[in-house]
């Protein structure tokens, strides 16, 4: 068993590969990210994933709602209505999306890189492979493990089921397909990684979005981004899951985002569950003990 | 073009990261590497979201927002002079019977109210000084009244170039004459001011001055802009003018020509820049060579007479066309026999797609091909396009899906209204299933004119054909039919050279076609255009296409990686013509043949070895020196000098002004599209007075102005569809994706119509009613005019009745008013929007009904 | 739109700011169904408490309540482990749980558990049906009591150990209150179903138990904080108010009529209907916890900002010192 929390150098060695390839992951700039889904749709096509429903949210252009068993790649859209002052022009405010800014014309429409009246923020969100995973820590079949390149991948013939999984996830990233029984989430393309090949999401992605690649130069990549955009004055650019001191000790596939975590339905700050798994140990076997206490007490006593 | 390399992008007319996203990686590029990227359109867009600046417009008010940006750089001589006065007509003196829009109260010199149409003859350049004799014969033709630009199809029987010019005019090169177009330019656009703009397109002075501080600044010598526009501009019926309007200011800034300039048109579908190029249209020949007209074109001379001999590339249009007519019909064309011109249809009038449309529904077309289209729902007025094909014989369709142009006659809308009944209609429909692009080889031509060759993936299933078979086979069992036939009217297609080798499946080989497309001579395929002959000794498919095979190799298959090249790329497919990257990149260089900049360096003379040398292939005479001025009686390409890159032009100049060849005006000029709930504010006139409607009972245009109908729609495209949705509606992976029509209106809209977020909305023209979920959002603003709001209505137009989502077509609702040039529809038009969902079946009809009465649109169709 | 929960039509939160994406959870919800979970960990409790008791009973010589806690606990072990199968989305690939022993994984270990002590206690209560293999009999009681307690409070790992923040936060407290309800309801079901004479271990197992499970529930409520909100609202809080009551119920029925076999009855019934109550009032807040966003944004921000602060007050500070 691996270490359960922290910092960890080589993940792929702590899981008993003797000499694994570099660990492999996604940096996902979203602040270039045009929203296309294509990442979407190839990893379904490459996956065979099922089809997730036919459904017409009304979350901006989002329709897809969140990552799951059989949607591993999820683009999500925020609208956010905000920026600078707005002039108010006596219009009444009415309980609907966009209420904030009604009426108001005559504002800077700056995007992206400066203050806004609308900000469109687009992120592909996908499957973490924390450094120290959850998921995989409480699969109790073994289905869940870890790849020589460091990711977390289900395999479908073991797993039975259970569900474990799903609830340990702090991303709420892997789901259960109702029909299959089974749990299913991003395999970050390891049938594919083994040919040396890039995984299909990155592969169909227009901007360079999603770029995959060795997780250590990936992180200086994302460094020097978040660099050069702070210098631009994009002030909110922030890593997430970047930081290997971090609850989950980094994350295998980290993102930039334009806004706080929750916004894009990040947890702000995940911690592995199984960081606390002495803790918990100790108290069910002290809460044990005190149960046999109180059998043998029960007994102290006298018959009646 | 080469966007990488531009340090400021203007986006407007088109949704690039939406329906271009590919190509949009290079506008990211672009904005990685410093540049400051523009997004112009009525809604904020997944483009808006990642440009530095979105600025909202009016639907339909694009000339006047870019002709604001053109007196703006004309008022504050922000133009970049040299290039201005070096390269453009500019200098060019316009002859004394113009009269401008500001004489006339909006309309030009030449109007004739009657036809509706303009004759260009007061829009000439004064002719010069001193007359060549070609000079003085094309004065007395035009002094004859000969027609100098065709009736049926005007600018675009003479493609990129446009028209002939007689004479290359007289110059003023100090621009003060006041007749120059430099001050015709500048009085006509004098009344585009940040004010006017704002009261026309809803964009405020501060907004206004944004724009055009950054395209000044990103403009010069040392910097260049790009614009890319498309349907967001071309589907209107001042479309053209503005496209025009962009290149006159693109010019005036120096932008065309050079790294990181120019204007990108964003093609649509796959090929459909090499749809155009070997066209589908009805009024050009492959290479743009114009159809021959009926009244005019009796013989080869009289044929390419209007070109021959002209200065410019032009000039050599007998070689093409002879080429042509050698590619058809192979040794059966002769000189004796004019290469069988006569074998060659004869253009008597519009028959455009609209045309024909209207043609069926009044009878006069009997039977229709619709390949690889679905007008049902694709094209504007679905109605029309439905009544039309229920009153056919026959009707083949060629596709991959089951479309709704296959099954309307048991299913479309008209069904449901009652207005067609199924037992009624007598049109005997064909469907045939149509091999995808993975199914076949062959190429495909993108928007920067690049081909590229996509070997079959797999094999067709079942009973599924390429089209190249389709075609071959029935051409070959057409000719079996006939071949006994000694009708003279049969000839044409006995004698054509139908000799295409097939594989083991009967698949013609794609490549055959490709070299003929290339052309051939005496020692095989032809390696440039400048090889073809006027004596028939060569022949070519497409003579812009010349050099794709040259060296018997396909170029179009080259696929070697960009990072193992410069940065031009020319080892990637092939680019026509002659796989040059950049047009008319003579102007990247300074008059003297130097770079205008290090910084801007792409093509320049070397004066050493005599030749023009750079990155691309120089699109110039390769040794004509910049001091070269041709001898006055010189011909075709020796007669371009040697400061005049636009060598398609006859005066080798970029048009600001365009002395012929434009249906609508020598110059743009802002008129409200068809329908619009507001007055023009810049003229009395209130729309294109040239524009080209269809008067049909099913094609009624709501009046401007009209309370009844008070807010604009547009229509636009989504990511995850394809256009009229028989590629996106029928896969599971997008159908998820956006799996319901909806419409986009702003938070004051829906307050003003009691619209509720997810819920349904029904929305309103004269033409019928559809219904769409409605999305509120802030992204959809409402935009101030002067005193007033108004609201616009985004409409994504990719459903329909089949597939696996499905819902009403946006296409119900557009009417048909056509630009006068291309023949294009509008793709924005007037409407009422209420919630709910639309009444049933006859019930709609009384609905809509009633909203024309209250109206007052007059039943019998266009006013 | 991002802010507050969402969609118009969805109930929001009012009392605290805070921002997420359309109001839709960022954890998934466990989709352990119910009531198969909770009954499984009302059983787990029972079984395992009652194997305890019935070596007690076994060694001070009570066989009516030898018998009862014995057959108890085998039945509790055979249901808990059909629940448990009938839990999993591929049933049929139960035994994949004993492939491999993960102590990382609650379920895995309670596989472990659950194994040995459905044989033990199915042996030691085939013995005591049968009269056969006395010896054994008594060895595998000896047995099942040993994994007895571990089975009752291991399923507060497993709830623990998930992201669910009701849960997880909670792990020092939930398997007291585990182990409580566990000795409330053996003690109570032996109340129920064995003659008065012989249930005086039994019922102040389940005193003891009930007044432990209460009291635990309340501190676990207080440490959770905020967090511990679904206790107190909608149907876990009606749950979780319910089991109090009933668990409060009975301990009072049990010790004011401590002298009457009928309201010994009815304290163990109530005892035991408390302790059920409270594995489905845990279960439904964790699955509430876990539904709204709430309980993940707030406390992980707080957390976020209380270290930013820390590490700022560090580096302002560290001038000063150095
Ligand atoms: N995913 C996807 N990609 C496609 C297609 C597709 O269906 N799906 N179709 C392909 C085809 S065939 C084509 S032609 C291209 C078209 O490509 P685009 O022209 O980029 O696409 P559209 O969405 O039709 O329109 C572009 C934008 O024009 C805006 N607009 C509407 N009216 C006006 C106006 O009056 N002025 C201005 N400035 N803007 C206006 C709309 O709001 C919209 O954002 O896309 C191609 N690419
Ligand atoms: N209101 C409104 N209307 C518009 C527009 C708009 O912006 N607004 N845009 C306009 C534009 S730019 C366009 S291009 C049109 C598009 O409109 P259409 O061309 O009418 O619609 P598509 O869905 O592109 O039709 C293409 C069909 O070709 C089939 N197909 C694909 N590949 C092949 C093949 O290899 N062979 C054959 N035989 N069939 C094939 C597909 O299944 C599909 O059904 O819509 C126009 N209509
Ligand atoms: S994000 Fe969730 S599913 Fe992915 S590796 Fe981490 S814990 Fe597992
Ligand atoms: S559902 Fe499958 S993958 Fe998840 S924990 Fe259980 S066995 Fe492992
Ligand atoms: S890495 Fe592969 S499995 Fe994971 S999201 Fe991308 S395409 Fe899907
Ligand atoms: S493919 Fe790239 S740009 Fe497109 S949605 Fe996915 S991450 Fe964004
Ligand atoms: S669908 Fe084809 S043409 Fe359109 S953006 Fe994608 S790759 Fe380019
Ligand atoms: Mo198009």
């Known amino acids: 068993m691996g270490r359960l929390s922290g910092p960890l150098h080589d993940v792929a060695q702590d899981a008993g590969y003797e000499q694994p390839p570099p660990r492999m992951g996604f940096f996902t700039d979203t602040s270039v990210c045009i929203g296309c889904k294509a990442c979407e749709v190839a990893c379904k096509e490459w996956n065979e994933v099922p089809e997730d429903g036919y459904l017409l949210t009304g979350m901006s252009y989002d329709n897809t709602q969140a990552l799951s068993a059989s949607t591993w790649r999820h683009v999500a859209f925020v609208e956010k209505a905000d920026g600078p002052a707005l002039t108010d022009l006596g219009m009444p405010g009415v309980g609907l999306p966009g209420a904030a800014t009604a009426g108001t014309v005559h504002e800077d429409q700056e995007t992206a890189s400066g203050d806004s009246a609308v900000r469109w923020l687009m992120s592909s969100d996908v499957c973490k492979h924390c450094t120290h995973a959850a998921c995989l820590d409480v699969c109790p079949t073994g289905s869940l493990f870890r790849t020589e390149f460091g990711t977390v991948v289900v395999q479908p013939d073991i797993c039975n089921g259970c569900g474990y999984c799903i609830p340990a996830c702090p991303y709420g990233v892997i789901g259960k397909r109702e029909d299959d029984g089974r749990a299913f989430k991003c395999t970050l393309c390891y049938d594919r990684l083994k040919e040396g090949q890039k995984p299909a999401c990155a592969q169909a992605c227009p901007t360079e979005s999603i770029q995959f690649g060795e997780l250590d130069v990936l992180r200086e990549r994302a460094d020097a981004r978040l660099a050069e955009l702070h210098a631009q004055g994009v002030e909110v650019a922030q890593l997430y899951g970047r930081d290997p001191e971090d609850g989950v000790g980094g994350d295998g596939a980290f993102f930039l985002l334009l806004d706080e975590p929750e916004v894009y339905g990040l947890p702000p700050d995940p911690v592995v569950t199984t960081r606390d798994l002495g803790s918990m140990w100790r108290h069910v076997g002290a809460a044990a003990a005190v149960l046999v206490g109180v059998g043998i007490a029960s007994f102290a006593g006298k018959r009646g | ?863 | 739109m991002a802010r507050g929960g969402g969609r118009a039509e969805q109930a929001m939160v009012p009392d605290v700011e805070f921002e997420s994406y359309y109001g839709r959870p960022i954890l998934k919800e466990p989709v352990w169904k119910t009531p198969d979970v909770p009954l499984y960990l009302f059983l787990g409790g029972l079984g395992g408490a009652s194997a305890l008791l019935a070596e007690g009973a076994a060694l001070r010589g009570l066989p009516a309540l030898e018998r009862t806690t014995r057959l108890v606990a085998a039945a509790c072990a055979a249901g808990g482990t059909v629940f448990l199968i009938h839990d999993l989305g591929r049933p049929e690939r139960f035994l994949h749980m004993l492939r491999v022993l993960k102590p990382t994984s609650p379920l895995s270990v309670g596989s472990f558990i659950l194994a040995p002590f459905a044989t033990l206690s199915s042996v030691a209560a085939g013995s005591q049906l049968t009269g056969l293999f006395p010896r054994l009999g008594r060895l595998a009681g000896l047995g099942a009591a040993a994994f007895g307690p571990p089975l009752a409070t291991y399923t507060a790992a497993l709830f623990a150990d998930t992201a669910v923040p009701i849960w997880h936060e909670a792990h020092r407290e939930l398997p007291f209150v585990f182990a409580g309800s566990g000795a409330a309801a053996a003690g109570g079901l032996a109340m129920v179903l064995v003659p008065m004479e012989q249930t005086g271990p039994a019922w102040r197992m389940a005193v003891v138990g009930a007044v432990a499970e209460t009291a635990v529930v309340e501190v676990m409520e207080r440490r959770l904080d905020m967090l511990a909100e679904p206790y107190s609202k909608g149907f876990a809080g009606r749950l979780m108010r319910s089991a109090r009551l009933l668990t409060l119920s009975g301990v009072g029925l049990a010790v004011l009529g401590r002298r009457s076999q009928w309201w010994r009855r009815a304290a163990g019934v109530a005892l035991v209907a408390g302790s059920v109550t409270t594995r489905f009032g845990v279960f439904e807040g964790g699955m509430e916890s876990a539904r709204d966003p709430k309980y993940v944004v707030v406390p992980q921000k707080a957390r976020k900002a209380a270290r930013e602060s820390a590490r700022w007050a560090e580096r302002t500070a560290a001038p000063r010192t150095g």
């Open chain 2, 1 to 863: 073009m080469d966007l990488q390399n531009a340090d400021c992008i203007l986006i407007e007319g088109s949704n690039m990261a939406e329906a271009h996203p590919v190509g949009f990686q290079w506008v990211m590029e672009a904005k990685k590497r410093g540049a400051t990227v523009i997004h112009v359109d009525p809604r904020f867009t997944r483009t808006s979201a990642v440009a530095d600046l979105h600025v909202p417009i009016r639907a339909g008010s694009d000339i006047a927002f870019l002709g604001g940006l053109v007196n703006h750089v004309l008022s504050n001589d922000l133009d970049f002079r040299e290039y201005v006065v070096a390269y453009t007509n500019a200098a060019n003196i316009i002859t004394e019977d113009f009269a401008d829009t500001e004489d006339l109260e909006g309309l030009f010199s030449g109007w004739d109210p009657e036809t509706k149409r303009y004759d260009p003859v007061s829009w000439h350049y004064e002719p010069p000084a001193r007359m060549s004799d070609d000079d003085v014969a094309n004065i007395e033709d035009v002094q004859d009244g000969e027609p100098v630009s065709h009736e049926a199809a005007q600018s675009d029987t003479h493609g990129s170039g446009g028209s002939p010019l007689p004479w290359k005019g007289r110059r003023d090169e100090t621009l003060q004459h006041p007749r120059c177009v430099f001050q015709i330019l500048k009085r006509h656009f004098a009344r585009y001011t940040p004010h006017m703009v704002e009261e026309t397109c809803g964009i405020p002075a501060s907004e206004f001055a944004k724009v055009a501080d950054a395209l000044v600044a990103n403009s010069g010598r040392e910097r260049t802009t790009a614009f890319c526009y498309a349907v967001g501009w071309t589907h209107h019926s001042t479309g053209a003018q503005m496209i025009r309007t962009s290149a006159i200011l693109q010019t005036l800034l120096g932008n065309i020509g050079r790294p990181g300039g120019g204007i990108l048109a964003l093609r649509g579908h796959a090929s459909i820049q090499g749809s155009t190029d070997i066209p589908t249209l009805f009024n050009i020949l492959p290479g743009y060579i114009p159809m021959p007209l009926a009244p005019l074109h009796q013989s080869l001379d009289a044929w390419v007479e209007d070109d021959e001999g002209k200065a410019g590339f032009w000039g050599n249009i007998r070689s093409y066309s002879v080429s042509l007519l050698k590619a058809y019909w192979g040794d059966a064309a002769t000189a004796e026999n004019d290469f069988c011109f006569d074998y060659l249809p004869r253009l008597t009038g519009d028959h455009s797609t609209y045309a024909t449309v209207k043609s069926m529904i009044d009878g006069g077309c009997k039977g229709y091909f619709i390949v690889g289209e679905n007008p049902a729902v694709g094209s504007a007025n679905g109605k029309m396009q439905r009544l039309g094909m229920a009153n056919l014989d026959w009707l083949v369709v060629r596709d991959l899906q089951m479309i709704e142009s296959a099954t309307f006659w048991k299913d479309g809308p008209e069904i449901e209204t009652g207005e067609l009944v199924t037992e009624e209609i007598g049109t005997e429909v064909f469907f045939l299933p149509a091999a995808t692009h993975v199914e076949k080889s062959g190429s495909f031509t993108q928007t920067q004119r690049m081909l590229q060759w996509r070997d079959k993936a797999v094999e067709p299933p079942g009973d599924c054909r390429s089209e190249l078979q389709f075609y071959v086979d029935l051409g070959n069992r057409i000719r079996e039919k006939l071949a006994d036939s000694t009708d003279e009217m049969d000839a044409p297609v006995l004698e054509l050279a139908w000799d295409y080798p097939v594989d083991e499946t009967g698949e013609p080989d794609g490549e055959s076609v490709l070299r003929e497309v290339n052309g051939t001579g005496p020692d095989g395929a032809v390696s440039s255009y400048l090889d073809l002959k006027p004596d028939g000794s060569t022949a070519c498919g497409c003579w812009i296409y010349a050099g794709v095979y040259a060296d018997e190799v396909n170029q179009a298959r080259r696929r070697k990686p960009h990072w193992e090249q410069d940065q031009v790329a020319a080892e990637w497919g092939w680019v026509w013509p002659a796989n040059r990257r950049i047009l008319y990149n003579r102007a990247s260089a300074a008059p003297d043949g130097t770079p205008w900049s290090e910084r801007k360096k792409y093509v320049w003379w070397d004066p050493e070895q005599g030749r023009w040398v750079g990155k691309d292939v120089p699109d110039f005479v390769p040794d004509r020196a910049p001091d070269h001025t041709p001898a006055p009686d010189a011909h075709g390409p020796d007669a371009i000098g040697g400061q005049d890159p636009f060598v398609m032009q006859t005066d080798g100049k970029a048009w600001l002004f365009a002395p012929l060849g434009v249906a609508d005006g020598p110059l743009p000029a802002h008129y409200e599209p068809a329908e619009s709930p507001v007055a023009n504010p810049l003229y009395p006139v209130q729309s294109n007075p040239g524009r080209r409607s269809l008067k049909t009972p099913s094609n009624p245009i709501n009046p401007s102005r009209s309370e009844v109908f008070p807010y604009v729609f547009t229509t636009y495209r989504l990511t995850e569809h394809h256009t009229a949705g028989g590629m996106s509606r029928t896969l599971p992976y997008l159908t998820e994706l956006q799996p319901e029509p909806f419409c986009e209106v702003s938070p004051r809209l829906a307050r003003e119509r009691g619209l509720v977020h997810g819920e349904w909305a029904t929305i309103i023209s004269a033409r019928t009613a559809i219904e769409a979920r409605v999305l509120v959002t802030d992204r959809l603003r409402s935009l101030r005019l002067g005193d007033r709001f108004v609201e616009q209505v985004g409409l994504p137009y990719h459903w329909g009745g089949n597939g696996l989502s499905t819902g009403d077509s946006a296409n119900d609702l557009v009417n048909v008013t056509m630009d006068p040039n291309v023949f294009i529809q509008d793709k924005v038009g007037t409407c009422d929007v209420q919630p709910g969902r639309r009444p049933r079946g006859p019930a709609l009809v009384e609905y809509v009904a009633q909203y024309r009465r209250r109206a007052g649109v007059p039943e019998e169709g266009d006013l």
